[in-house]
């Protein structure tokens, strides 16, 4: 593509100057941007993250082909390549039709007591296929050092609660559309078509049942509401129906005799569905979970069928992605620290390290400036704040120490047995932690992902080495636009140790209340004006944005923009650069909300931006932009803005 020869790094060609800045910055910032960049048929949404995912993927296939052909150069080539190989084989796989499927089926068919479920449902679970519900290890809530089971609602083949009880048109079709899939899926694997239509019916029965328990995604947001301790026996006489000893043995899961039990509602409710559902129900929904988490490694028939549903109905994409990007990602998801590893040492990533970590040192800094300098908090809060400021640790690019896969047995012809292995081996070293210390220097991101997180229960922040590059850090772009950039990142991932949920863990993640109550009122209040903000914004006609579901994500987005503007003020100030010089015909400030408004160049399908405001704590992209900047009296300075201006700061809500 044409990239203008631009000294700040900002994609001169992206910006649309016949749009008006203090209007519609989205459009300005990206009108260029998102009439060159349509959404390829395969794909949902296509935005600058996707462009640069797409980059590393290419590096990631050059990386996989190489270790494919050269395999007896080393252990690690061994492995990737020939998992990547056996995924690529697309003609023994289409040979094989629904066969690999076949012994676990029987093992299901066999099953003529409701006993015997319990150990299916754990063998099940052993392989990642989820049924019913969620058990996992998790930072203890009192003593987030120490690795507790923790037993949550889940099961589910739609995406979240509601979609099980919407009662609008679109929605109801979709149900319609859900029950048609599981028939066929099931049809697939060998289940008459008159049967297979009844069978999608009761599956849709049990899982609307489990689905009237559980929580939705906007009360998740609140970790208090997901905290119940019980022992063993009490979690007996909430599920009598299910022998939890009988799964734990089979899973192999150490002793303990207590549990964090997130949603007892839903426990119970999964007991009176399994003691009420007739036996071969039950069935059905094992049978149904595991052809759907099996689909993509099966023949077309079973990948076509899977992709009808969950890409073209529920996001719009018309065309499966090319299989090598299929591929990639499936290594990266299975044995992404092997992969991470190379990709590491073929891209320098270490080279990127240093840098950020200057960068982040600096808003560190603005951000300790910034609690200091509030009205709103009181001296104690204020400095029970500044602890945990001083607490977060910082991990940037990759883990210090790899991952060992050496214990997955690979064959490139078998790709359905490569996943399943894989799978096996990390449910397992999942399930090992229980009981264990939490390993803080553990990544929850492989290395090539363009991303980044905070850990509320670690209490740090984390950048793989895919998201620092162009756009978002350029070691040739001034630097209003990587502080734009990779800055406003940082800032975000900071700001989430003080959102609406991460404010409620202390400094070392115990979910501990460290505010007085005054201030926790006062956070609340400047909260909602975000709430009321971003409710207001609509990216699909009749559909809007979730105030409460994405206040979290909206609150890191506007400290983190705030926090980098800081940042940049003081670096200017240091090298004595004036805000108003210009480069490319933009001064410092212009050129900062532009780099930050161009990381969020987004083209969307109207059905993937339903699914992400239904599902997703992220705004849609043009709001987290215009949203954020409209909160900002910096950006109406920057450009201009009039009282009248549509961007202009006249009731900003501001928490950090
Ligand atoms: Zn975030």
New binding site residues.
């Given amino acids: 593509m044409l990239s203008a020869q631009a000294q700040t790094g900002l994609d001169l060609y992206s910006i649309d100057k016949t749009a008006d800045p203090c209007n519609d910055f989205y459009q300005y910032a990206c009108g260029g941007w998102l009439k060159a960049n349509p959404i390829p048929p395969e794909e949902s949404r296509w935005g600058r993250f996707d462009v640069l995912f797409e980059n590393n993927q290419k590096t990631l296939r050059a990386i996989l082909e190489d270790s494919a052909a050269h395999q007896d150069r080393s252990a690690l080539d061994r492995q990737v390549g020939a998992f990547y190989q056996s995924c690529t084989n697309e003609d023994a796989i289409e040979k094989l039709g629904a066969s690999p499927l076949q012994p676990e089926l029987d093992r299901i068919a066999a099953i003529t007591a409701r006993t015997g479920l319990v150990e299916e449902i754990a063998r099940l679970h052993d392989q990642q296929v989820y049924v019913f519900f969620n058990f996992t290890p998790s930072p203890d809530p009192d003593n987030a050092r120490l690795n507790i089971a923790n037993l949550d609602q889940g099961g589910l083949g739609l995406p979240e609660k509601d979609f099980y009880f919407r009662s609008d048109a679109h929605s109801e079709e979709i149900r319609q559309k859900y029950v048609a899939h599981i028939a066929k899926m099931l049809q697939l694997a060998g289940v008459p078509s008159d049967l297979a239509a009844q069978k999608a019916a009761d599956v849709m029965r049990i899982e609307t049942a489990l689905a009237k328990a559980s929580l939705d995604i906007t009360a998740r947001r609140n970790p208090k509401l997901l905290v119940h301790r019980m022992s063993l026996s009490e979690l007996a006489s909430l599920t009598p129906s299910f022998s939890f000893n009988a799964f734990l043995q089979t899973l192999k899961a150490p002793p303990f005799n207590t549990l964090n039990v997130s949603v007892p509602a839903f426990q119970k409710a999964f007991g009176v569905q399994l003691a009420a559902e007739p036996l071969p129900n039950l069935k059905a929904y094992l049978v149904w979970h595991y052809v759907s988490s099996s689909a993509r490694l099966l023949s077309r028939a079973f990948v076509q069928e899977n992709f009808d549903f969950y890409s073209r109905t529920l996001t719009g994409a018309s065309e499966l992605r090319p299989r090598w990007k299929r591929c990639v990602n499936a290594t990266d998801d299975e044995l992404g620290e092997a992969l991470g590893k190379l990709f590491v040492e073929r891209t320098h990533a270490e080279e990127g390290k240093e840098r950020t970590l200057k960068i982040v040192a600096a808003i560190q800094e603005q951000m300790k400036l910034d609690i200091e300098s509030l009205t709103w908090m009181s001296p104690e809060t204020r400095k029970q704040a500044q602890v945990k400021l001083a607490a977060v640790a910082n991990k940037i690019g990759f883990p210090d120490r790899w991952r060992d896969y050496s214990s997955v047995s690979v064959s490139g012809g078998d790709y359905f047995g490569n996943w399943y292995r894989a799978n096996q081996f990390e449910n397992r070293r999942e399930i090992a932690k229980i009981g264990q210390p939490v390993d803080r220097s553990e990544w929850g991101m492989t290395p090539p992902t363009v991303d980044a997180y905070y850990s509320p229960a670690q209490n740090n922040i984390n950048f793989p080495a895919g998201i620092l590059q162009p756009p978002f850090y350029s070691n040739n772009a001034s630097n209003p636009v990587n502080y734009g950039g990779v800055g406003a990142v940082i800032g975000?991932?900071l700001t989430?140790g003080f959102d609406d949920e991460g404010r409620q863990y202390d400094a070392d993640g115990n979910l501990k209340d460290w505010w007085r109550k005054t201030d926790r009122e006062r956070f609340v209040k400047l909260s909602d004006c975000f709430v009321n903000e971003y409710g207001g914004f609509s990216p699909v006609s009749g559909v809007e944005v979730n105030g409460r579901l994405t206040l979290g994500?909206n609150t890191?987005d506007n400290g983190g923009l705030r926090l980098a503007y800081l940042a940049l003020l003081d670096d200017l100030a240091k090298k004595s650069v004036p805000l108003s010089q210009t480069q490319d015909g933009y001064n410092q400030a212009q050129q900062f909300f532009l780099g930050f408004g161009q990381l969020w160049c987004e083209n969307q399908r109207p059905e993937s931006a339903r699914l992400q405001v239904q599902t997703d704590p992220h705004s849609p992209a043009k709001f987290r932009v215009d949203g954020t900047v409209s909160n900002m009296p910096e950006f109406s300075r920057a450009f201009g803005c009039k009282a009248t201006d549509k961007m202009f700061a006249a009731k900003a809500c501001r928490v950090w």
Wanted: hydrophobic fraction near 20%.
């Fill in positions: 975000h991932e989430h994500e890191a």
